[in-house]
């Protein structure tokens, strides 16, 4: 495994921003939906809210670790590599590219387009053009500098917090209440099993800097600090938006609701309230999508600088110092998901091959500290080796249960990453490298 040739840029403020402008999309707009109609308390909501954040902060606390210990570009990919070998690795890589993050990017860019025509009249062909505009505009971004990417990353997380804020703060300024409105406390394993998978899809994005790892200055301080940091301002704010909404809101007419956050504003700011909502939403895709740009391109990067890609994925700018070919490679792919609207279909099997992976880096800290016992850990995640193997089960939990649920993305999904192994055997006999 050579090491990185990317300098380290980053600070604590871009590795925070990285992490909660990433995780924040429009989620936390919509899916206590979801949440609602499967739980009827304000109690277990807000315990559902809270399991799943902490969860997501187990896996960044494993990952905190290997990346103190192992800080490289590619992050993830790297310490599958150093766990399991470069057959595990690839596939990482392979299935990354072609459906994990490419489709995140496709999904937000078309949902930025739907938001879009809430402001601006469109018509089918210019909410996709607008998508497909984002998409060139951070593609651009990101290639002329990690540092500008990083900015635009802070400059966009701190204008959706602060749309949150206002949210929350308008919802607790009215003088309506409607937290005794609710049903009692339903603890049905499968109500909260259903509420909780929603919400724990709504923190996806704490890996992402793991994949800046090798960008990252001090990292055996700022990773772990940065995913602590990010990930616990997503579970404050979660906590507060939900908070909001059900003051304003019943519990049932929160399940009813298509627009929660929408809804909630008009009844706290009056008829511009959707506006409003529509803005801040656009204002978390654009953030949540900058960090999926700026982050997947070193996952390419670094399986090149391996051999296990095409070698022009590892170039770096002369100038911009950052790898443009994985950059642009990453944007071409995601708009042709656009075009050809395979994102919608790519969705679940997207999220069954990341979580099968998420669980294998995390068991990772486990099979590097049986191999690796002298190696260098500036950070020791709390709760070893309990915490990593409850978030493996859980995780396993979710893949087996995506696997039953729909099993056609699911099938899909291994299918993908079964066809890695051909093509792993090509790269083997030398074939990526021509």
């Known amino acids: 495994m050579g090491e990185v040739g990317l300098p380290r840029r980053l600070g604590l403020l871009d590795a925070i921003s990285i992490v909660s402008g990433t995780i924040i999309g429009s989620g936390i707009f919509l899916v206590p939906n979801l949440v609602a109609r499967q739980l009827t308390s304000p109690v277990t909501i807000f315990a559902c809210w809270v399991f799943a954040g902490l969860l997501s902060l187990a896996g960044a606390l494993a990952y905190a670790e290997l990346g103190a210990m192992r800080p490289r570009s590619g992050g993830q990919y790297a310490w599958l590599y150093e766990a399991y070998g470069p057959v595990a690795a690839f596939l990482c890589g392979w299935t990354y590219f072609l459906v994990v ?21 469109l018509s089918n062909g210019g909410r996709l053009a607008a998508g497909l505009a984002l998409i060139a505009v951070l593609t651009t971004v990101n290639c002329l500098g990690v540092v500008l990417g990083a900015g635009v990353q802070k400059v966009f997380t701190l204008l959706k917090l602060s749309g949150l804020a206002l949210l929350v703060a308008t919802a607790f300024a009215s003088p309506v209440n409607h937290f005794g409105d609710a049903g009692p406390a339903d603890w049905s394993v499968s109500h909260f099993g259903a509420a909780m998978l929603a919400c724990v899809l709504t923190y996806d994005g704490w890996v992402v800097l793991s994949m800046v790892a090798g960008e990252v200055k001090e990292p055996n301080r700022n990773l772990p600090r940065g995913l602590a940091g990010g990930l616990g301002i997503c579970i404050a704010m979660y906590l ?76 770096v700018h002369p100038r911009f110092l950052t790898p ?32 099968a992976f998420y669980a294998a880096t995390v068991f990772a800290v486990i099979v590097l500290r049986r191999r690796l016992p002298e190696a260098e850990r500036p950070y020791r995640m709390w709760g070893y080796p309990v915490l990593p193997v409850v978030f493996c089960l859980l995780a396993m939990g979710f893949v087996v249960n995506t696997l039953v649920t729909q099993p056609g993305p699911s099938f899909a999904a291994l299918g993908l990453m079964a066809a890695g192994l051909p093509a792993y055997a090509y790269w083997r006999k030398g074939g990526l490298r021509r």
Do not use: H
């Not at 656009?338 to 969705?347: F, H, P």
């Open 101 to 121: 993050m490419t489709a995140a990017v496709a999904w937000l860019a078309v949902t930025f387009g739907t938001y879009l025509s809430y402001l601006v009249p």
């Open 240 to 315: 507060l938006a939900n908070a909001a909404y059900m003051k304003i809101l019943p519990v049932a007419e929160i399940a009813k609701a298509e627009r929660v956050a929408a809804q909630v504003a008009e009844g706290t700011i009056g008829p511009g309230g959707g506006t409003v909502v529509a803005i801040i939403i656009l204002l978390s895709i654009v953030g949540g999508m900058n960090g999926w740009m700026l982050s997947g391109p070193r996952i390419y990067y670094a399986q090149a600088r391996d051999g296990l890609l095409f070698p022009r994925f590892a170039t």
């Open 324 to 355: 443009v070919f994985s950059i642009v490679a990453q944007g071409v792919w995601a708009a042709l998901l656009c075009v050809t609207g395979t994102y919608e279909s790519l969705a679940a099997l997207a999220m069954f091959a990341a979580w």
